[in-house]
């Protein structure tokens, strides 16, 4: 008989399960708890009588992943998971040290259909979605290995987050559950590659979670070539997407800009973005690319990340040059994952 997963259950459906075994729903409550606690197995649930643990171990699992490998920077902290599931798929998620706390960015499926030009996430092509879960187990996971909290969560690793929609929407949920990790709405950001409807639905539905939104060319010819969701749904309709998502939520859009040498950190470009986004409600997040060997692509100098940085913010565009994290590890998205693709790597 195939297990439930309980970790993509809201503290009310885990309460349901427990009356569908004959149990009380504070008992629902206590194994919620326990496993927003950090419980890898119902034998650490000390306050649940001994037969309803024994019960829950036949019938039931808490987590559904593995932790495969893990890369870290030394310098400053940043560790990197490939992360294995139930079905043999790998998964990205990475853990980074901020003033404020530590972030998690997690992945929302295994590959991607978005196939950006410069992503190692769309080499592999699209396997499936993450269940709310799988994408939850990320950051317990990573609270285990590292034995420290999480404060803030980025959905910007593998897969298009609002292609996933109703899987993200629990995951978000589940974050803010109070008894479980009682996680502010604001501290969670969910980056698209600029599916319409979805931003949208995502504006009525977590007015309060943060939108970033991948943008990197402001001309449909260039957004095409390096991102083919373009094509389906053009810069200026997208532009227009975020400005109704700020009119709803009185939030500010993160544009994020990878810059890629010769294709969109010249002058032109620069002053395209500065006629496009001025007046706007907005940050730009300025992203030196991470070098995939396989997309042939090279990223902007740091030094020239700085300069547009500057024209922007003198235009009045508030704009910084994301800080560089994990330099020493595979940092791009995907590419920790199409290493271990070739090699059996056995759970940490």
Known sequence: MEKVHLLGFTEDEMKSFAREMGEAAFRGKQIFRWIWRGARDFSQMTDLPAGL??????????????????????????????????????????????????????????????????????????????????????????????????????????????????????????????????????????????????????????????????????????????????????????????DRYTEKTGRRVTFEYALIDGENDREEDVELMIRKLRGKLCHVNLIPLNEVKETGLTGSSRRRAEEIAAALNSAGIPATVRRELGSKIDGACGQLRRKAQEKQLPKI
Request: some cysteine; overall charge negative.
């Open 53 to 242: 643990r024994e019960k829950l171990d036949e019938t039931a699992c808490i987590g559904c992943l593995d932790v495969l490998d893990v890369q870290e920077d030394e310098k400053d902290g940043t560790r990197k998971f490939l992360f294995g599931l139930e079905d043999g798929n790998t998964v990205e998620g990475v853990f980074m040290k901020y003033r404020y706390g530590n972030s998690m960015c997690v992945s929302s499926q295994v590959g991607c259909k978005m196939g950006c030009k410069f992503c190692a996430s769309a080499l592999g092509g699209f396997v499936r979605d993450l269940t709310a879960g799988e994408i939850a187990d990320q950051i317990l996971s990573a609270e285990r290995y590292t034995g420290e909290k999480v404060n803030h969560v980025v959905v910007m690793g593998m897969g298009e987050p609002l292609d996933n929609y109703d899987n993200l929407s629990q995951f978000l949920r589940l974050l803010h559950e109070q008894g479980g990790k009682n996680m502010s709405y604001r501290n969670m950001t969910v980056s698209t590659s600029g599916i319409v409807p979805a931003i949208a639905m995502f504006a009525d539905d977590f007015p309060q979670v943060n939108l970033a939104v991948s943008l990197h060319r402001l001309t449909d010819s260039g957004r095409n070539s390096i991102m083919p969701v373009n094509r389906k749904y053009p810069v200026d309709e997208l532009l227009s997407a975020a």
